[in-house]
């Protein structure tokens, strides 16, 4: 060997000790005094099975609007998957819902030029039956009183109405932030807010709302409505419900919407075509997943793992709740290798029709009293696939207590991006965990960073598995399997004292807890 070589083999092997070293040094630095734990992190870190849960979940099953078929095919995916762990688990009906299967949307402008729209149909919208409708649009107007509406409805006639103000820009504020001058982003703002507030004002002067005016289109013999709820980021719109009977609803990218509605102000007469496909499948039943390690100790205590399965359908669900879903069923099945003799029994819920009012949690609430009462925590994840950043004490007055020496023996590197807010006020909404703490339950959201989740995301046409962020969701997953492991060995019962509320500043009366809701279990019906 050169004396080159053999210096430059010895500078090599010499920084290659001092890193092997290094790492050494911060693998036992990072073990805890708890072998549980450390198998805990292990397992977390090095078999994470969650790229596999969210392509069978998100890719293979898709989008769980409730009362679809693809939300029984999850319920029954869930059952089957946590088989597979050893884990008991079981689907139990909570109530009906309207049954409704999304097929294809075709959108076309086929006049002044041709060009494919991108845009869907919305949940629950009447198809087209199997046919393609083609017709002119017509642009909901700025109307004086609700006389002119009346006199201008009859147009309506035999076309698609473009029921959505038309946005004055399609770009998100955080671009015009970035690179328009101060003036110009101020005067877009001033501009935008008039419009919004005259487009607002217009809806009021029908006398009807934004949910009762696409039925009075229909009665007026419109062929269909098109909509463009914008998200305000680049090529997210939120995909919500339809409130038509017998004619489409669909809704269509700001982009497209933009220029259907400018071709239809200058008198250019677009036409598009409309196909879309749905299928009505009357009341169906609607279930939630709930899944079972039973404790050895205390097997009528409960650490309640807690997440909504349901979803709205423009996407796949992934953040909303693919993330938390799959956070609860990785925390669960790593529970079951290397922590499979709880003390206390470990529930894991799957809830359904969250989306519409937290009504599967609302209803397990309400059917299991004896769990409720015996609940020692509920962690519940839902705001998207952001690692843990927040945990409040929703109003119960020694949270940090419990919690407190519970996250002490959670590993740094996660602990270290939690923000605790003790004892916090009780949530009344929201999530599922405000179904628990309205029945009086100690239950904690663990709230994630955003990944700019309410614009491109929550409910939107993006919200896709590419969008997961793997590396925080396997933190969240380390993190609520560790807590539910404290929380089942604490030798000591959970509180429910709660603090006193301040007074309300609007009623100058004392604040009162959340009342407990019923769910609505037999949904989507007149």
Same mark, same amino acid.
């Given at each position: 060997m050169k004396a080159t070589q053999k210096h430059s083999y010895l500078k090599h092997s010499t920084k290659a000790l001092v890193i092997s070293l290094l790492l050494t040094g911060n693998i036992g630095y990072a073990q805890t005094k708890n072998q549980v734990i450390d198998n805990i992190v292990k397992e977390a870190t090095e078999n994470s099975q969650l790229e596999n849960?969210?392509?069978?979940?998100?890719?293979?099953?898709?989008?769980?609007?409730v009362g679809s078929p693809q939300m029984k095919q999850a319920n029954d995916w869930a059952v089957t998957k946590y088989a597979d762990w050893g884990i008991t688990a079981k689907n139990e009906k909570w109530g009906e819902w309207r049954g409704w299967e999304r097929g294809i949307s075709h959108i076309d402008m086929v006049y002044p030029r041709v060009k494919s729209l991108e845009g869907m149909q919305v949940a629950w919208s009447p198809g087209t039956k199997g046919k393609s409708i083609v017709a002119e649009t017509v642009v909901f107007p700025m109307l004086t009183d609700s006389i002119a509406f009346k006199n201008w409805l009859p147009t309506v006639k035999g076309k698609f109405v473009l029921f959505s103000m038309n946005q004055p820009t399609g770009r998100p504020d955080y671009n015009w932030a970035e690179f328009?001058?101060? @003036? !110009?982003?101020? +005067?877009? /703002?001033? $501009?935008?807010?008039?419009?919004?507030?005259?487009?607002?004002?217009?809806?009021?002067?029908?006398?009807?709302?934004?949910?009762?005016?696409?039925?009075?289109?229909?009665?007026?013999?419109?062929?269909?409505?098109?909509?463009?709820?914008?998200?305000?980021?680049?090529?997210?719109?939120?995909?919500?419900?339809?409130?038509?009977?017998?004619?489409?609803?669909?809704?269509?990218?700001?982009?497209?919407?933009?220029?259907?509605?400018?071709?239809? @102000? !200058?008198?250019? +007469?677009? /036409?598009? $075509?409309v196909h879309v496909e749905s299928k009505e499948q009357g009341l169906v039943p609607t279930f939630n997943t709930i899944a079972e390690?039973?404790?050895?100790?205390?097997?009528?205590?409960?650490?309640?793992?807690?997440?909504?399965?349901?979803?709205w359908d423009g996407g796949t669900g992934a953040t909303d709740n693919g993330t938390g879903t799959i956070t609860m069923m990785e925390a669960a099945r790593i529970l079951k290798k290397m922590y499979p003799n709880p003390k206390r029994t470990i529930l894991i819920g799957h809830w359904g029709s969250e989306e519409q009012g937290l009504n599967g949690s609302r209803a397990f609430v309400e059917d299991h009293p004896e769990i409720v009462k015996n609940i020692q925590v509920v962690f519940n994840q839902d705001n998207g696939t952001g690692r843990v950043v927040n945990l409040a004490g929703q109003g119960f007055l020694n949270s940090y207590d419990y919690l407190g020496r519970w996250l002490t023996n959670v590993p740094e590197?996660?602990?270290?991006?939690?923000?605790?807010n003790f004892p916090g006020t009780p949530g009344g909404g929201g999530s599922d965990?405000?179904?628990?703490?309205?029945?009086?339950?100690?239950?904690?959201?663990?709230?994630?960073?955003?990944?700019?989740?309410?614009?491109?995301?929550?409910?939107?046409?993006?919200?896709?598995?590419?969008?997961?962020?793997?590396?925080?969701?396997?933190?969240?997953?380390?993190?609520?399997?560790?807590?539910?492991?404290?929380?089942?060995?604490?030798?000591?019962?959970?509180?429910?004292?709660?603090?006193?509320?301040?007074?309300?500043?609007?009623t100058g009366e004392p604040g009162t807890w959340p009342p407990i809701v019923k769910p609505t279990r037999k949904g989507g019906v007149n």
């Open positions: 849960l969210a392509h069978e979940l998100m890719d293979v099953v898709g989008p769980r609007l328009a001058t101060p @003036e !110009s982003f101020e +005067k877009m /703002k001033t $501009s935008r807010a008039t419009q919004t507030t005259a487009w607002q004002a217009n809806v009021k002067k029908t006398g009807l709302t934004l949910k009762t005016l696409p039925a009075a289109f229909e009665k007026a013999g419109a062929m269909g409505v098109v909509t463009c709820n914008w998200s305000n980021g680049f090529g997210s719109n939120k995909i919500f419900g339809a409130n038509t009977k017998t004619i489409p609803t669909v809704d269509i990218s700001l982009e497209d919407y933009g220029l259907l509605y400018r071709l239809t @102000e !200058s008198g250019n +007469k677009p /036409k598009i $075509s390690i039973k404790g050895t100790e205390k097997p009528d205590e409960y650490v309640i793992l807690s997440a909504h399965f349901d979803s590197s996660i602990k270290k991006h939690i923000t605790t965990f405000a179904s628990f703490v309205a029945a009086g339950a100690p239950a904690f959201s663990l709230s994630s960073n955003s990944w700019s989740y309410g614009t491109y995301t929550w409910h939107t046409n993006r919200d896709t598995y590419d969008k997961i962020v793997f590396d925080d969701v396997r933190n969240n997953a380390t993190l609520t399997a560790i807590l539910a492991y404290m929380a089942s060995e604490d030798p000591v019962k959970t509180s429910r004292d709660r603090v006193m509320l301040p007074v309300n500043p609007r």
